[in-house]
C-alpha cells in the first residue's frame, strides 16, 4: 500500500521490486536505466529551459512517483519527463510555454538520434499532436497523484547539517551534488528528505574523510537511522557504478518528439472479422480506450456499408447493359457535353469578375489622381495667396516711408514761409 500525504509519498522496496513495469515484463536492469534516462533528459532539458534546480528536482520526483504507479510499457519515458518539466515550472512558479518544452525535446532528440536538427513548425500537425499528448500526459500525471504534488527536497536540510556538525566549505558543494545525484534513483520514494540529507552528508564526509561524532551518533539528531543512511549509499555507489542511461523502446506505442507518432494509453485492440473490436476485460485504465475503439470500429462499418450503397446505385445492371448499349454511350457524351459547357460557364464568370475587378481598380485609381490634382489646386492656391499678402505687405512698409520724409518737407517748408514773412516786415 502506497501511503500519500501532503508532503509524502513512499514505497516499500517490495513494491519496487513488484512494480506495474516488472508485470509488463521489463526486467530490473531496463527499468532503472529508463529512469535513469528520463531523469537524464529532464535535467538537461531545465537547463535549455534556463529553469532553477527545483524545478528539475521536482520534475525527477513527479517522474519517479508516476511511474512507481504506471509501466514504462504503457506510457513513453521521453513524453512522460516532458510533461513533468512542463508541470513542475509551474509548481515551482516558473512557468514554461508548452511550445518552448515541445521545441527543446524535439531538439534534444534530434541531438541525440544524430537526426539533421530542423524547425519545429509551430501550425503543423506534428506539433498541434504533441501539444496535445503533452497536456493528456499531465492530465494522466495529476490523476495518478491525486493531485497531490507537493516535493519536500533534501538540499534544504544539508546547509543546517552541515552547519550544525561544523564541517568545512568544501564538504557542503559535494553533498550538494550528491543531493542532485539522488534524484536519478528511487531514493526520493522510498526515504523522507531527512534521511537523504543525512546519508548524501555521510558519503560526502566519507569521500573527504571528515569525521563526525559517533558518540552520541550525529544522525539521531537529525531524524535518520543507520540503516537508512547506509541504504543511500548503497544506492549512490551503484549508481556510480553504471554506464551511460540509452534510450530503450520498450513502449508499445511510438513516443518520438522527431517523427509524429502519437502515443496511446494501451497497445491496438484485436479486430474479428465482422469489423468488431475484440475488447479484452476492462479495467479502469482501458475502459475510456475500449470505448473510443469500439465507436471507431462502428463508425468504419456504417461508412464501408455507405460506399457499398453508392457503388451498387451508380453501377448498371447486368441486363440494361446488355439491352441498351447505345443508351449508356449517349449518356456518356452528354454528360462529358454538360461537364465543358459548365467549364465554359465558370470560365466566363471568372473573366466578368476580373474585368469587374480591374474596372473597380481603374476607378479607385480615377478617384486617387482627382484626389492628387485637388490636393496640388488647393495647395497652388495657398502659395499665390501667400505671394499676394507678401507683396502688400511689401507695398505698406515702402507707402509708409515716404509718408515720413513729406512730414519732413513740410516742416522745412513752413520754416522758409516763415523767414520770407520775417524779411517783408524788416
Known sequence: MIYTAIDTFYLAEEQLINSPSRKDEIDEVTETALRIYGCDLIQESGILLRLPQAVMATGQVLFHRFYSKKSFARFNVKRVAAS?????????????????????????????????????????????????????????????????????????????????????????????????DSLRTTLCVRFKSEVVACGVVYAAARRFQVPLPENPPWWKAFDADK???????????????LPKAQYIPVC?????????????????LPVSKEGL???????????EVAKDAVTKAALDKLKDSKKSDDDSKSMPSEGESKEEPGRADHR?????????????????????????????????????ESDRERERDDFERDREKSKERSHRSRDKSHSEKPKHHSSRDRDYQSYSSREKDRRRHH
Open 252 to 268: 508499445k506505442e511510438g513516443g518520438s518528439f522527431a517523427t509524429s507518432n502519437r502515443s496511446r494509453d494501451s497497445p491496438l
Open 84 to 180: 513533468c518539466v512542463w508541470l513542475a515550472s509551474k509548481l515551482e512558479e516558473s512557468p514554461r510555454k508548452a511550445r518552448q518544452v515541445l521545441v527543446v525535446f524535439h531538439r534534444m532528440e534530434c541531438r541525440r538520434e544524430n537526426l539533421p536538427v530542423e524547425h519545429l513548425d509551430t501550425s503543423s500537425k506534428k506539433y498541434i499532436d504533441l501539444k496535445a499528448d503533452l497536456i493528456r500526459t499531465e492530465r494522466h500525471l495529476l490523476k495518478e497523484m491525486g493531485f497531490i504534488c507537493h516535493v519536500e527536497h533534501p538540499h534544504k536540510f544539508i546547509s543546517n547539517y552541515l552547519a550544525t556538525l561544523e564541517t568545512p566549505a568544501e564538504l557542503r558543494q559535494e553533498a550538494w551534488n550528491l543531493a542532485n
Open 227 to 241: 540503516a537508512g543512511i547506509d541504504e543511500v549509499c548503497r544506492v549512490l555507489a551503484h549508481l556510480y557504478s
Open 332 to 368: 456518356t457524351d452528354a454528360g462529358g457535353e454538360k461537364n465543358k459547357e459548365r467549364e465554359r460557364d465558370r470560365g466566363r464568370d471568372r473573366e466578368r469578375e476580373r474585368d469587374k475587378e480591374r474596372l473597380k481598380s481603374r476607378e479607385r485609381d480615377r478617384g486617387r
Open 277 to 287: 473490436v475484440d475488447v479484452p476485460p476492462v479495467n479502469e485504465d482501458t475502459e
